[in-house]
């Protein structure tokens, strides 16, 4: 344990209050927990961060984490008119870590957000979408052997129409099909084929 000076100790004791007084306001406790990870406020009772959230607080490091990466998410969309309102909304953004990039996809999310009201898991399908890497285009099929029997120019024209058609159903997240549905009808195909 290192101890503090005095004006460590008195810093160390406002940061507490904050965090004592608002740990419904995330942004107020995710911003003392910072300074006091980052100025080591913690050391004089405390070996480590980690040991001073489990005993002082009773949180792990891991959410003191999620609270101070939302809060300097919060800092840096500040310049829009809306931020998240609690730590969930803010969580899923920390996964971008450029800060213009976060502002951007806010403003999408803000838009997109369905009746206008902004939810922690419309902020993280959004995320998520905004987030995901680009799907490979599907290679196209290799021509028959030898030994597997030609089709006909009509039948590849109605399978790449058919193909298009679950793409776009895929990308549009199966909106309008389930995912079963569709494999169902894949295999009564199948059996069309087959027989």
């Known amino acids: 344990m290192q101890e503090l000076a005095i004006q460590e100790k008195s810093r ?52 003191a984490r999620y609270l101070i990466a939302s809060t300097e998410t919060i800092k840096n969309l500040e310049s829009g008119t809306m931020v998240p309102v609690n730590e969930r909304q ?21 838009e997109t957000a369905p ?7 419309h902020v993280a399908k959004t995320v998520k979408e905004l987030t995901a890497p680009p799907e490979k285009p ?20 109605a399978y790449e129409t058919f193909l298009d058609e679950i793409r776009n159903a895929k990308v549009m997240h199966w909106r309008d099909t389930s995912k079963e549905a569709a494999l169902k009808y894949v295999e009564i ?6 027989t």
């Open 138 to 157: 599907k290679p196209k099929p290799k021509p028959p052997t030898p030994k597997e029997k030609i089709v006909t120019l009509k039948f590849l024209e």
């Open 12 to 63: 160390l004791q406002e940061l507490e209050v904050v965090i004592e007084r608002g740990l419904k306001d995330f942004y107020e406790v995710g911003s003392a927990l910072l300074e006091i990870r980052d100025s080591c406020l913690y050391q004089e009772t405390h070996g480590t961060f980690e040991e001073y959230c489990r005993e002082r607080w009773d949180f792990t490091d891991r959410y």
């Open 115 to 121: 009746e206008g009201k902004i939810t922690a898991s």
């Open 90 to 110: 803010a969580r899923p953004l920390t996964k971008i870590k450029d800060p213009e990039m976060q502002r951007e996809a806010w403003e999408i999310i803000v």
């Open 189 to 194: 195909l199948r059996n069309v084929i087959i």
